[in-house]
């Protein structure tokens, strides 16, 4: 079992930058894939940055060039930095780490959410 906790979401202005940390129960060396997505109501999850043990940094292409994915090994920690912030970044943002390449049950572990609203 993997606990995620995930922090640093809140309100922020449009253009303004927010940093996300997820901390993890178990050490983030062990995982195949970590990541972040987002979701709004009435849609589905979608992926905003993921990365692949050695393998690629995955970003969707609303987020290029504005958000940073990494991963903390000393603290166990993944970390999403959020700059250039736009009022459709608005949602909730889910931490999601994989002690498998399948990223499927029974090895697939999702934080609890934390909200970012972007807003003037």
């Known amino acids: 079992q993997v606990q995620l906790v995930e922090s640093g979401g809140g309100s922020v202005q449009p253009g303004g930058s927010l940093n996300l940390s997820c901390a993890a129960s178990r050490s983030i060396s062990d995982s195949y894939v970590t990541g972040w997505y987002r979701q709004t109501p009435g849609k589905q999850r979608e992926l905003v940055a993921r990365?692949?043990?050695?393998?690629?940094?995955n970003y969707a292409a609303f987020v290029k060039g504005r958000f940073i994915i990494s991963n903390d090994y000393a603290n166990n920690t993944i970390l999403l930095q959020m700059n250039s912030l736009k009022p459709e970044d608005t949602a909730v943002y889910y931490c999601?780490?994989?002690?498998?390449?399948?990223?499927?049950?029974?090895?697939?572990?999702w934080g609890q959410g934390t909200q970012v609203t972007v807003s003037s």
């Open positions: 999601r780490y994989c002690s498998s390449y399948e990223c499927r049950d029974p090895y697939d572990y």
């Open positions: 990365i692949i043990t050695d393998g690629p940094i």
